[in-house]
Every structure is written in C-alpha cells, then in structure tokens.
C-alpha cells in the first residue's frame, strides 16, 4: 500500500519538475531569439541610417516591403522616445526643483509644446541635410526629432508635476533619514511619479505615431526629403488612390502596435504596479504573459543581476569621497551651475527672437490681422475637441483604471486607437463628412479630437490607477452612491492628471490643426480656414514669413491660456487635491 502511494507522489513531483524545466528552456530560448531578432534590426537600421544619401527615395507599394518600413518607423519612435525620456527626467526634475528657473522652464514648456511640427521643419531639415550632405543621417536625425517633439511635451508635464505633488509623509520620511538628493529622487520621486509616467509614456508614442506620415515625408516648396518607412508608404498610397496599399498600411500599422503593447507596454505596466501608495492588498493585479515569460528566463535573471552588481559597486564607490565633501559648497555649486545654464537659455531665446524680428518686418499690418483672426478661429475648435474629449474620456478612464480585469481587456484595443496615426484616417472620415454634408471648418474638431482626446484617456486611466485601495474599501463600507464617489474620492485623487491631460490635449490640438485644417481629399486640398491651415499652406508654399508669424501667434496664443487658466489650476491641484495635504 505504501509503494503504489509512494511512487504516484515521485511521478507527480517529476512532472511537476518536468514541466517547470520545460518552461524555462522555452522562456530561455524565446529570450535569446528576441535578443538576436533585435540585434539584427539595429544593424538594418544603422545601415540605412549611414547609407549614402538619397535625394529621391522609390517607395515599393509592395505589401512584402513593409515588413522592413515597419523596423524603420519603429526604430525612430524607440529612439525618439529614449530621447524624451531623458529630456523628461532633466527638465521636469530642474523645474520642480529649482524655483528660480522653473519660472522660466515651464513657461518655455509651454511655448515648445505649442509649436507645431511643420513650425520648424524646414530650417531643422534644411540645417541637418546640410551638416551631414554624404549621408541618411542628417534626415534620420531630423525625423526622430520631428517624432520626439510628438511625444516629450505630455511625459514632462506629468512628471514636472508629479515631483510638485510628492505626498508630504514621504518627503517627511526622506528627510528623517536625511536622503541625499539622489537618494530622494530615486527612493521617493521617482517611484511617486511613476504610474503617471508610465501611462504617459504610453500616450506619447501614440503621440509620435499621429504625425509618422508628416515626419517621415517632408515637402519644402520643390523639394522632397523622403524616409523609407510606413508614415512614407501611406503617404504616396494616400497620394495615388491606392486603397490596396491604405489597407495594408493600415493592417501593419496594426500589428506594430499590438505586438509594441504585449512585449513592451504590458509588462511595463505590470512592472509599475509595485510603485503603487497602498495599505491594502486586496485590489486584483494585473498580468502580463510577456512578463511572466521573462520571470521565468534564467538568462534574464543573469542579465539582472549583473546590472544590479555593477550599480551597487557604482553606487559604493562615491560614498567614500561623499562623506569628505561639505554639504554646502556642493549645494551651491549645483545653484551656480543651474544659474549659468539658465542664463545660456535666456541668451538663447534672446537670440531667437532678434532673428523673428529680422523674419517678421517684411509682414503688414493686414496679414498679422488675418493671422489673429485665424487664430481665434483656431482656438475655439481646440476649446470644443478639448471639451468634447474630456465628456467621455473622465468616465472612460475612471471605468478601466478602477477594474484591473476590464484594464487587461480594454488596453491593447485603446492602446491601438491611441497609437494609430489619425491622419491616416482623414481621407475616409473627410469623404464621411462630405457626403454628411458636414463642411471641414466643423468637421475638424472632429478631425482634432481624434488625436487629442487620448491624452485625456490615459492620464484619466493613470489617476483612476493610483487610487488607494484603502479609500475604495472605505467608500463601499460606507455605502457611497456612485456620484458622491466620484465627487469625494475620484475627482480629487484624478484632478492633478485631468490638469495634466487638459493641458497637453490642447497642445496637441494646437499642433493637429496642421493636419485637420488643411487635408488632402481625392487630390484636392481642402481648407477650413485657421491657423493650422495657414501654418500648412506657408509651409507648402515655403513663405518663411508668414510661417513664422503664425507659429508666433500659436504660441503666444497657448502660453497666455497657460498662464491665465492652466497655470491656477495646477496651484489649485497642489493646494486642495492632494491626499496627503
């Protein structure tokens, strides 16, 4: 009786081992495909990027083609996103941080995020063609750069905001145990901030997404700079009437984004989970298949661990000289240097603005007139797609950050919507309009909302995230209706992300009027008439002047609304919507 008991007990252990061992040796192998997979892309896309220059590039409407435009056009949003993530932590952190130079950081902020692409395009290809003439990477560069403008304005607003509402316990915490600087930033701010930049992150590849067929096909009066890639393959699609070619554009756009979403956003997502403020471990975890898989590599276990070796041995090294060093001359130190850096920006932006000066004396008193009024036009369809945006994407977010089982369904599929290049788009929803009857000046709200109303969605989604279960558990023990929830619970703990996704939702209308006010529909162009349309049209035609007087007006434009109705938001965010405050 004891052997057959004994011998089910041995088989069931060595399946279980069997099974586990099966595992890992798969985990392990999809590791090291992945790895030489990525290895080999690198190397295609360094190739093109230091192959010889080409004026002129053939773009193969073949659907075997795009496999290869799908790399490239990948390869420039990772790289465009590596960019502002660095450019992200930097300003966001000297802005908060530095009360001085934050008066002339995020007022900065405000003016860059406003400027659209087709702003300066012209001098930033003309400039980079020109430093590299012999090879692909004066334009490379140039269009990682245009991608980079679409998507580092929203990650460093939610994290410039994130270190300014840092809960006060926490910071109280660090300063007990007397954290240095870098101790506090990635012990406290860093992890407080990083749910909010996580999704943000996500918004903002679908941000450089939405202008790929712009930054990846540049047209400066009779010239034409043209990247291999999909953005390029939709444009000439788009441009010979080839649906064929639209749908296969569309299909791989597609599938890029979903397989970017289940190998890299999920398991971020997943991964972010542990910087959550929490009392209470009730609330269901997400998952990720992806995740799990690199969990069980042993390859991936020995990549960590020989990452976390050498960080230790960095980090052990300065703290033998740290303690012979006085605090205040180091602090000082830092003042002189952030001072004197913000001094060459001054200097910098001085400069600027003598050269507009030289630009702009050649306009009259009738064309600046007709630029305001298209900017009043301009601003009153950001406010209505801002408005329309926010009516379902609080709700919206609020329902999919709350339910971690809804957020699993639902993300890939917003993460798709969000990451689609809208324009992509505009000739199908043009022709819906036209044969609605609906004229472009209305339906170019449409038109805007269909790139901005994301920026809302994910930072609604962040907020609704980082809800402590506590508060939840409270709420359902004391029998709140669903709208006194809202009222006490969600709006306060969203409000400073809804600011966030406000602020840069108009930003990003600002910058898609380019695209909504001036479309090309079977060959023609159609205008709705604003600012967007004659920042479009200056730049078709190369009228530098006009250009630049429109994208001045867009910018003074958005940073007195900043100024005026943002920036008193964000002080009241800070002051009454703070869990901790």
Known sequence: MIQPSYTRAWSQISSYLLIRFRAVRWANVVVLIGFVGLFFGLLTFAHEVTGQFRPTVDIDLSPWALPRYALYSLSRGLAAFALSLGFTLIYGYWAAKDQAAGRVLVPLLDIMQSIPVLGFMPGLVLALVALFPSSN????????????????????????????????????????????WWQRFRQVELPSSMIGLVWNGMMSMAGGWFFLMVTESFILGDKDFRLPGIGSYMNVAIHEGNVSAMIYAITAMIIMIVVVDQLFWRPVVVWAQRFRVEESTSEENVSSWFWELLRRSNLVALAVGVVRRVMRRFQARPKRVAIRLPVKPSASSGRTVSLVMLALIVLALLGGAWALIQILHHLSFGDWGRVLGAGGITLGRVIASTAIGTLWAVPAGLAIGLNPRLSRMIQPVVQIAASFPAPMLFPLVVGGLSAAGVPLGWGSILLMLMGTQWYILFNVIAGATAVPSDLKEAAQTYHLSRWRRFRTLYLPVIMPYLVTGWVTAAGGAWNASIVSEYVIYKGEGLTAWGLGSTISQAAENADLPLLTASVVVMALIVVVINRTVWQRLYHLTERRFSLTK
């Open 137 to 180: 990477l004066g334009l490379e560069l140039a269009s990682i750069l245009m991608i980079f403008t679409g998507q580092v304005w929203n990650m460093t607003f939610s994290f410039y905001h994130s270190l300014r509402t840092v809960p006060q316990d926490l910071n109280e915490a660090s300063e007990v145990y007397h954290f240095g």
